[in-house]
């Protein structure tokens, strides 16, 4: 069975540009969830969605959103990018979440903003 | 509100020597609590996923256990190799209101050396 996969694996973008991330879960899983990694910060939760629905959101400002598609794949988005966003931003899917299953990463976006 | 801590931050030990990292969380109302490995500038492996009714859950030559009366989990890797040289994150996911998201710590990063 195929993991979690996310494209593009690295990304570099200009302050004041949108991004767009997109996250494929593994086969059967149907919720998705987004996470930060940063050194200064480590990983940090920005949302979940489950049947095309967010579930829970993180505190991060509105600049960051997502979706989910009804074939469980997910994207993020981040508005007028700042250089603080320079992250990984991992996905990770379970079959149902909400603590019943683990969840399953994919490698990661590097984002850089310049 | 849930803070997961690891300590040591970075550990180093000779090849063949069997080892502790340390988890503790200060909320004991979780669902579940998992522990990761992360390669540098990779994604999230999953290495063991303990739920709150069990005391612990063995893979091979890692076995981790869960007290939640103490707040506390360990990850036991025994007869260590350079291999298993990684970043160990633990990651709890609490029950109720933010349930959906995982709660990490900042890490421990092994060193096994030759």
């Known amino acids: 069975k195929a993991g979690v996969t996310q494209t593009p694996r690295y990304l570099i973008k200009t302050r004041g540009q949108q991004v767009t991330l997109s996250c494929s879960p593994i086969s059967g899983h149907r919720s998705v969830s987004w996470y930060q990694q940063t050194p200064g910060q480590g990983l940090q939760f920005l949302f979940e969605?489950?049947?095309?629905?967010?579930?829970n959101k993180g505190n991060f400002p509105g600049r960051f959103s997502g979706r989910q598609f009804s074939n469980s794949r997910s994207e993020m988005n981040v508005s007028t990018l700042e250089l603080g966003d320079s992250a990984l931003y991992l996905c990770a899917s379970s079959l149902v979440g909400q603590g019943m299953d683990g969840q399953y990463f994919g490698p990661g976006t590097r984002l850089t903003v310049t | 509100k849930q803070e997961v801590t690891q300590i040591p931050a970075a550990l180093s030990v000779p090849e063949g020597e069997n080892l502790v990292l340390n988890c503790s969380f200060t909320d004991s109302a979780i669902y579940n609590l998992q522990w990761f490995r992360q390669d540098p500038g990779k994604g999230l492996t999953s290495l063991l996923l303990?739920?709150?009714?069990?005391r612990e859950q063995t893979s091979g030559r890692l076995n981790a256990s869960l007290d939640k009366s103490s707040g506390r989990s360990t990850l036991y890797i025994a007869a260590s190799q350079p291999g298993d040289s990684a970043t160990y994150l633990c990651a709890a996911m609490n029950y109720g209101g933010s349930q959906g998201n995982l709660i990490f710590g900042k890490g421990t990063k092994l060193s096994v050396k030759p």
């Open positions: 969605y489950f049947s095309e629905t967010q579930r």
């Open positions: 303990i739920q709150s009714s069990q």
